[in-house]
């Protein structure tokens, strides 16, 4: 009978130190390579993984139960363990660190030592968001550090975008820099505060405006989202849905709404992504010229206009835009305004509350220096532009 009895409990401990997964890493317990952290509920997982075609390893998160994984989040993004000796450890001081075992170099490090903790514990939580703080402590306000103030190239439901007013703290997603290389790469996207949230190159330079939220269509494609513009916060962020969404900064140069399909498994489905054709890149006809994706050639100038450079015009460098074919008469009561529809605002307009499209007009036309203005149906009054006017 006794033997009998031992015999199970060995067995069913045996068991338990196989099925049990942690969500959390302490001084004791590092996460060695080989090893994964699972979120409480089973939704995320966080370990070192390869991307495709070398044999770098970094510390990334992923959605646990789907078949199609995608590296939502990248810890040490530049800076990868070369071999499958790396240790995501916690010190005692609290600094959270990925080391390579063989040659004992640091890779990666977050936290100061100086945030007090002395029980340091970093935890995979459910909603996605890995932090660092004091072991048992759940209050959000004393975390020493969170992934989701250190996006890479994806917003999940919960993070925010954009800027803190209070800490001046902001956040940005930065591409991958190919497939298989997570180091920045060439394209960001973040929120302007005065305008909306846009796509621009390393370089400065704006691929895509979103315009006003509320103009894209996010709410048919199942996303939740929240823009907040506030003496607190300028911020885009969206709430978990029907099911599973990723924003994110491509590697390619776009910006892409991704949606877990419902089929066994699941598929990370591409629901949305701009620039979605060569018209919706900023400016694509440079100054003045009006683009057509479904006309050949797909530029043209605005009514009164003529190419700057003819020649380079004709060989589809748009560059330089158009130009105006006779000056403007400005005050002798000869100029007027032409409709262009489906136009974005320049970046120079400013929106001012006036209240009706014909006040609109006539405020631009007294002013010498308007060349164009703009209502969108009462939402942000008139914009006047003083500079040459892009089209989108
Ligand atoms: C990896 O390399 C193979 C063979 O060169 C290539 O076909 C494949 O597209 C590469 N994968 C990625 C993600 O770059
Ligand atoms: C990684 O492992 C390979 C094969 O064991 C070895 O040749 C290489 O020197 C190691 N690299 C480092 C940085 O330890
Ligand atoms: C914190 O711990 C790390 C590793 O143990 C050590 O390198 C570092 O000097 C410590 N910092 C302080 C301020 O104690
Ligand atoms: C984007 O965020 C990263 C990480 O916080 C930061 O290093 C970088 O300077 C930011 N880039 C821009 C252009 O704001
Ligand atoms: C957003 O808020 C900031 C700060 O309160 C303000 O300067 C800015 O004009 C606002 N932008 C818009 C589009 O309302
Ligand atoms: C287009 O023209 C601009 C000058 O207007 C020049 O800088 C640019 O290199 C040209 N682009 C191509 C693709 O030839
Ligand atoms: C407006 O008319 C006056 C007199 O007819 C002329 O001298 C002036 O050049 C005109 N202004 C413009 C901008 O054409």
């Given at each position: 009978m006794k033997t009998s009895h031992v015999i199970v409990f060995l067995v069913m401990a045996f068991f338990f130190s196989l099925s049990a997964s942690r969500d959390t890493i302490t001084p004791t317990q590092p996460l060695a390579d080989g090893e994964v952290l699972v979120s409480a509920g089973g939704t995320f997982a966080l370990g070192f993984f390869t991307p495709a075609n070398t044999t770098n390893r970094y510390v990334g998160m992923w959605?646990?139960?789907?078949?199609?994984?995608?590296?939502?989040?990248?810890?040490n993004r530049a800076s990868p363990v070369s071999n499958s000796t790396g240790l995501l450890s916690i010190t005692t001081n609290g600094t959270m660190v990925i080391t390579d075992q063989k040659s004992n170099k640091r890779a990666w490090s977050v936290g100061?030592?100086?945030?007090?903790?002395?029980?340091p514990a970093a935890q995979l939580l459910e909603t996605g968001n890995f932090v660092l703080k004091q072991d048992g402590d759940d209050d959000t306000r004393s975390y020493a550090w969170q992934s989701f103030d250190y996006p890479t190239d994806t917003l999940l439901a919960g993070m925010k975008l954009g800027l803190d007013w209070i800490t001046g703290f902001s956040t940005n997603l930065t591409s991958w820099e190919n497939d298989v290389d997570p180091s920045g790469g060439a394209y960001y996207i973040a929120v302007d505060p005065n305008t909306d949230t846009y796509l621009y190159t390393s370089s400065g330079v704006v691929v895509w405006r979103s315009g006003p939220w509320d103009t894209i269509n996010f709410r048919s494609k199942g996303l939740n989202y929240k823009y907040v513009n506030s003496s607190q916060e300028s911020t885009f962020s969206f709430q978990e849905g029907d099911r599973p969404m990723l924003f994110v900064a491509s590697a390619t140069g776009k910006a892409q709404l991704f949606g877990l399909s419902s089929d066994a498994g699941g598929q990370w489905e591409l629901a949305w992504e701009e620039p979605?054709?060569?018209?919706?890149?900023?400016?694509?006809?440079?100054?003045?010229g009006i683009c057509d994706a479904?006309?050949?050639?797909?530029c043209g100038c605005l009514e009164g206009y003529v190419p700057k450079s003819p020649s380079r015009w004709a060989s589809e460098n748009w560059t330089d835009g158009c130009v105006r074919k006779a000056g403007l008469d400005c005050r002798n009561g000869t100029d007027g305004f032409v409709v262009v529809h489906q136009a974005k605002m320049p970046e120079s307009a400013i929106p001012t509350p006036t209240p009706s499209l014909d006040e609109c007009r006539l405020a631009c036309l007294r002013d010498?220096?308007?060349v164009a203005y703009a209502n969108d149906g009462g939402r942000y009054g008139c914009a006047g532009s003083t500079t040459r006017f892009w089209t989108s």
């Open positions: 959605f646990n139960n789907v078949a199609d994984r995608r590296i939502v989040w990248v810890a100061t030592a100086s945030t007090g903790l002395t029980a979605s054709t060569q018209c919706n890149y900023f400016g694509q006809c440079g100054p003045n479904s006309a050949s050639p797909m010498c220096s308007c």
